[in-house]
Nanobody
Protein backbone atom coordinates (compact mmCIF):
# COMPACT_ATOMS: atom_id res chain seq x y z
CA UNK A 1 0.00 0.00 0.00
CA UNK A 2 1.27 3.43 -0.92
CA UNK A 3 -0.24 6.86 -0.30
CA UNK A 4 1.55 9.55 -2.29
CA UNK A 5 0.82 13.09 -1.10
CA UNK A 6 1.65 16.11 -3.25
CA UNK A 7 0.74 19.75 -3.79
CA UNK A 8 2.49 21.40 -0.87
CA UNK A 9 4.56 24.54 -1.20
CA UNK A 10 5.03 28.13 -0.15
CA UNK A 11 1.97 30.40 -0.22
CA UNK A 12 1.22 33.87 1.12
CA UNK A 13 -1.33 34.41 3.89
CA UNK A 14 -4.80 34.47 2.40
CA UNK A 15 -3.77 32.26 -0.48
CA UNK A 16 -4.89 28.79 -1.53
CA UNK A 17 -3.39 25.38 -2.18
CA UNK A 18 -4.82 22.01 -3.18
CA UNK A 19 -3.20 18.89 -1.82
CA UNK A 20 -3.61 15.52 -3.51
CA UNK A 21 -3.04 12.01 -2.21
CA UNK A 22 -3.01 9.16 -4.70
CA UNK A 23 -3.44 5.66 -3.34
CA UNK A 24 -2.13 2.40 -4.77
CA UNK A 25 -2.09 -1.19 -3.61
CA UNK A 26 -5.54 -1.04 -2.05
CA UNK A 27 -9.17 -0.91 -3.09
CA UNK A 28 -9.50 2.84 -2.62
CA UNK A 29 -13.30 2.94 -2.49
CA UNK A 30 -13.22 0.60 0.52
CA UNK A 31 -11.32 3.09 2.68
CA UNK A 32 -12.29 6.21 4.52
CA UNK A 33 -9.61 8.85 4.03
CA UNK A 34 -8.29 11.69 6.15
CA UNK A 35 -5.73 14.46 6.33
CA UNK A 36 -3.64 15.21 9.40
CA UNK A 37 -0.92 17.79 9.91
CA UNK A 38 2.15 18.08 12.06
CA UNK A 39 4.35 20.96 13.13
CA UNK A 40 7.93 20.08 13.95
CA UNK A 41 8.22 19.03 17.58
CA UNK A 42 4.48 18.75 18.10
CA UNK A 43 1.90 15.98 17.86
CA UNK A 44 0.23 15.10 14.58
CA UNK A 45 -3.25 16.64 14.52
CA UNK A 46 -6.47 15.80 12.73
CA UNK A 47 -7.60 18.08 9.91
CA UNK A 48 -10.45 16.43 7.99
CA UNK A 49 -11.94 13.09 6.95
CA UNK A 50 -14.23 11.73 4.24
CA UNK A 51 -16.16 8.49 4.05
CA UNK A 52 -15.96 5.86 1.31
CA UNK A 53 -18.42 7.37 -1.13
CA UNK A 54 -17.60 10.99 -0.38
CA UNK A 55 -21.04 11.86 0.98
CA UNK A 56 -19.92 12.40 4.59
CA UNK A 57 -17.13 14.75 5.66
CA UNK A 58 -15.82 16.06 8.94
CA UNK A 59 -13.46 18.90 9.85
CA UNK A 60 -11.47 20.12 12.78
CA UNK A 61 -12.84 23.40 14.09
CA UNK A 62 -9.61 25.23 13.15
CA UNK A 63 -10.11 24.58 9.42
CA UNK A 64 -13.89 24.30 9.04
CA UNK A 65 -15.15 26.78 6.48
CA UNK A 66 -11.69 27.24 4.92
CA UNK A 67 -10.68 23.69 3.92
CA UNK A 68 -12.63 21.17 1.82
CA UNK A 69 -11.88 17.46 1.60
CA UNK A 70 -13.06 15.53 -1.44
CA UNK A 71 -12.26 12.31 -3.28
CA UNK A 72 -12.37 10.81 -6.74
CA UNK A 73 -12.71 7.05 -6.46
CA UNK A 74 -12.14 6.64 -10.20
CA UNK A 75 -8.68 8.20 -9.75
CA UNK A 76 -7.91 6.65 -6.33
CA UNK A 77 -7.23 10.14 -5.04
CA UNK A 78 -8.28 12.27 -2.09
CA UNK A 79 -7.90 16.05 -2.12
CA UNK A 80 -7.67 18.86 0.39
CA UNK A 81 -8.56 22.29 -0.94
CA UNK A 82 -7.15 24.90 1.44
CA UNK A 83 -8.36 28.50 1.18
CA UNK A 84 -7.73 31.61 3.28
CA UNK A 85 -4.50 30.09 4.51
CA UNK A 86 -2.95 31.45 7.70
CA UNK A 87 0.61 31.18 9.03
CA UNK A 88 -0.76 28.80 11.67
CA UNK A 89 -1.59 26.33 8.87
CA UNK A 90 2.12 25.81 8.22
CA UNK A 91 2.85 22.11 8.74
CA UNK A 92 3.61 18.83 7.06
CA UNK A 93 0.31 17.41 5.83
CA UNK A 94 -0.26 13.65 5.82
CA UNK A 95 -3.01 11.61 4.22
CA UNK A 96 -4.27 8.44 5.86
CA UNK A 97 -6.56 5.53 5.00
CA UNK A 98 -8.88 3.57 7.25
CA UNK A 99 -10.94 0.40 6.95
CA UNK A 100 -13.09 1.57 9.86
CA UNK A 101 -16.87 1.53 9.54
CA UNK A 102 -17.81 4.22 12.06
CA UNK A 103 -18.93 7.68 11.00
CA UNK A 104 -16.03 9.94 10.02
CA UNK A 105 -16.62 12.34 12.91
CA UNK A 106 -15.62 9.44 15.18
CA UNK A 107 -12.36 8.92 13.30
CA UNK A 108 -10.29 11.85 14.52
CA UNK A 109 -7.55 9.85 16.21
CA UNK A 110 -4.30 8.56 14.74
CA UNK A 111 -5.18 5.00 15.72
CA UNK A 112 -8.30 5.07 13.51
CA UNK A 113 -6.08 4.82 10.43
CA UNK A 114 -4.27 1.84 8.93
CA UNK A 115 -2.02 3.44 6.33
CA UNK A 116 -0.16 6.75 6.10
CA UNK A 117 1.44 8.76 3.32
CA UNK A 118 4.86 10.39 3.48
CA UNK A 119 3.68 13.97 3.97
CA UNK A 120 3.87 17.19 1.99
CA UNK A 121 5.09 20.49 3.45
CA UNK A 122 2.85 23.54 3.41
CA UNK A 123 4.43 26.86 4.37
CA UNK A 124 2.26 29.96 4.76
CA UNK A 125 4.43 33.05 4.93
CA UNK A 126 4.81 36.49 3.40
Amino acid sequence: VQLQASGGGLVQPGGSLRLSCEASGLTFSSYAMAWFRQVSGKDRKYVAAINRDGRDTDYDVDVKGRFTISRDNAKDTVYLQMNSLEPEDTAVYYCAASTGWVIVSAMRTLTSYDYWGQGTLVTVSS
